[in-house]
């Protein structure tokens, strides 16, 4: 075993604090990564205040890793040691059912979380990417080019690839109009990413300030949802609208600004429960949907697309006795628009 240190809560609500944690020495098909940077997600905050059942603490946050590999099991193909690679949000799954057979490892009933549950022999608990390693299964390892900058690329392994996933399920493309609602981790993506695949984007914000940001990050029209006069001069206008947010949403006004055929996707969800109107859908057949991150191979896909249109998080980097006072910053929408830790801060 490797004794390695760590970030963790003791137990729900707690601030996270120093300690020691245990990695095990790489089997033959796995991979030890010395981890430079992670990136904080607003799932991190969630998780380590208990909001959800079945969490194990203590609990080390982070899935969104990037790092060097250090060691390699004797089997291991596709990595060698001096690698930039990461981890996202999942490091196993079954392997074996439908999904995992389809690369569609996110769906797996027995997916293997990167922290906060058990890891799969059922006992050893899962630790996350606020440490200086991590052991992981390599075909849950994804190759960063060089020409990503690691920090920036951190936040793409969830961030990233909740935006790209749904972008490519819904055939984005040059002829395609895409709106994005909010801007910020996910948002300020999303944007980016379909602006590089050719996309007409339009930001849809509560906030008049994020306007420059916008149109600096690729989107060609921003509308002030505020403006009670936004929907009804854009009505019919969008094939696709990503929504970004965890508020709830006036889903029916939302519905009006799409296309026949169009689809309203959820990536940010709140705890009221979703009501729309069957006349929202009904007159041009369209839909309201959601989509959580990708599978392995699309996300390797999205880095390889990132690198290839040089896209980055837009980020803050920090140090991981920050960590605490950045939760709190993230909470109020403090950030433009992704921490990342530099945990080499933690050595």
Not at 82 to 100: F, Q
Not at 247 to 256: I, N, S, V
Request: aromatic letters at 6%; proline letters at 4%; hydrophobic letters at 40%.
């Amino acid at each position: 075993m490797i004794t390695t240190s760590a970030y963790a809560a003791n137990e729900p609500g707690a601030l996270l604090h120093r300690v020691k944690i245990e990695r095990r020495q790489p089997g033959p098909h796995e991979v030890l990564i010395d981890i430079d940077y992670c990136g904080i997600c607003h799932t991190d905050i969630h998780m380590a205040r208990g909001d959800f059942p079945g969490q194990v603490f203590p609990l080390v946050p982070g899935h969104e890793i990037v790092g060097r590999v250090q060691q390699i099991g004797e089997d291991v193909r596709g990595h060698s040691v001096g690698d930039i690679v990461g981890v996202g949000c999942l490091i196993d799954s079954c392997r074996s059912c439908d999904e995992c057979v389809s690369e569609q490892e996110q769906f797996c009933d027995k997916r293997i979380s990167t922290y906060g549950r058990y890891e799969k022999d059922g006992f050893t608990p899962a630790y996350g990417g606020y440490s200086t390693h991590i052991t992981v299964a390599s075909e849950f390892v994804l190759n960063i080019a060089p020409s990503l900058q690691p920090a920036a690329a951190a936040p793409l392994l969830c961030a990233g690839i909740t935006t790209y996933s749904p972008l490519r399920h819904w055939n984005v493309d040059a002829h395609s109009r895409v709106g994005v609602v909010g801007l910020g981790g996910l948002g300020h993506l999303a944007v980016k990413l379909a602006a590089a695949m050719g996309a007409e984007v339009t930001v849809l914000s509560t906030s008049e300030s994020k306007r420059s940001d916008a149109l600096r990050l690729g989107a060609t029209d921003f509308l002030y949802t505020r403006d009670p006069e936004a929907f009804s001069r854009n009505s019919g206008r969008f094939d696709l609208i990503l929504s970004t947010v965890s508020a709830a949403l006036d889903y029916d006004a939302y519905l009006r600004l799409l296309k026949r055929d169009g689809t309203l996707v959820l990536l940010g969800v709140s705890d009221s429960p979703i009501t729309v109107s069957g006349f929202s859908l009904l007159p041009r057949r369209k839909s309201i949907a959601a989509s959580p991150i990708g599978g392995i191979r699309e996300t390797q896909e999205m880095l390889d697309f990132c690198a290839d249109h040089q896209i980055g998080s837009d980020i803050e980097l920090i140090a991981i006795g920050d960590v605490n006072a950045a939760y709190e910053r993230v909470l109020h929408s403090d950030v433009r628009y992704r921490f990342v830790i530099d945990m080499n801060s933690l050595r």
